[in-house]
């Protein structure tokens, strides 16, 4: 399977602030998406990261606090914007390579907020 | 009521147990079912993939899956102690493939 790097593993933020997580897989893939891991619950798929066009976003998800950019076949950005304490979580990005093919996962980007 | 319910545990058993997962869910159209594993730290590795109902084997694992009862197992022979980790079931509708429902995990500690 795909070898997916995200960068950074972890991170320790601001309330008011930003942070951009980055998503490198090392062959091209069909479809990347973004989920989100609380502690306690289950992860959640954030959106679909479309490549050339804009993200398609899950209920109770929206472009101006999560924007996602995928400029190609092997990249993708997810931006938490004005972070706030409850925005702490695991933020996992996966790639599917094809039709009917699973789901695989990077290790995740373990983000707190102060 | 959750989608998809799942026994967080933890499940402690003696190494060589056999250990059985379980997860329940609400969906009809869940068509493909996988179980991953999330060491500490880790991202989920990919265990099974199973398509409708049925069993499926890999090594010491299987995967069981009956649609009529809305009832998916992960059973793990021989169990070791690098198996301690934390199983987490997952489910999609073949209309939507690529949106994953997933379980809270259930918490697994062999013991040596």
């Known amino acids: 399977s795909a070898v997916i790097s995200q960068k950074p593993s972890r991170d320790i933020c601001q309330r008011g602030t930003s942070l951009t997580i980055q998503c490198q897989v090392d062959?091209?893939?069909?479809?990347m998406f973004w989920y989100r891991q609380q502690p306690g619950q289950s992860l959640t798929l954030i959106a679909t990261a479309n490549q050339g066009s804009e993200a398609t976003y899950e209920s109770g998800f929206v472009i101006d606090k999560f924007p996602i950019s995928r400029p190609n076949l092997t990249f993708s950005t997810l931006t938490v914007s004005n972070m706030s304490p409850e925005d702490s979580s695991i933020y996992l990005c996966?790639?599917?390579?094809?039709?009917?093919?699973?789901?695989?996962f990077g290790d995740g980007t373990r983000l707190s907020i102060l | 009521q959750k989608e998809v319910e799942q026994d967080p545990g933890p499940l402690s058993v003696p190494e060589g147990a056999i250990v059985s997962l379980n997860c329940t869910y609400s969906n009809s159209a869940f068509q493909y079912f996988m179980w991953y594993r999330q060491y500490s730290r880790k991202g989920p590795e990919l265990l099974m993939y199973?398509?409708?109902?049925g069993n499926k084997e890999d090594g010491r694992f299987t995967a069981q899956v009956d649609k009529s009862s809305k009832y998916i197992s992960l059973f793990i022979r021989d169990s070791q102690p690098s198996d301690s980790a934390t199983y987490l079931c997952a489910m999609s509708e073949a209309s939507s493939g690529d949106k994953l429902t997933f379980g809270t995990g259930t918490r697994l500690a062999v013991r040596p």
């Open positions: 199973t398509y409708s109902s």
């Open positions: 062959s091209q893939v069909t479809m």
């Open positions: 996966s790639v599917r390579s094809g039709n009917n093919q699973p789901q695989h």
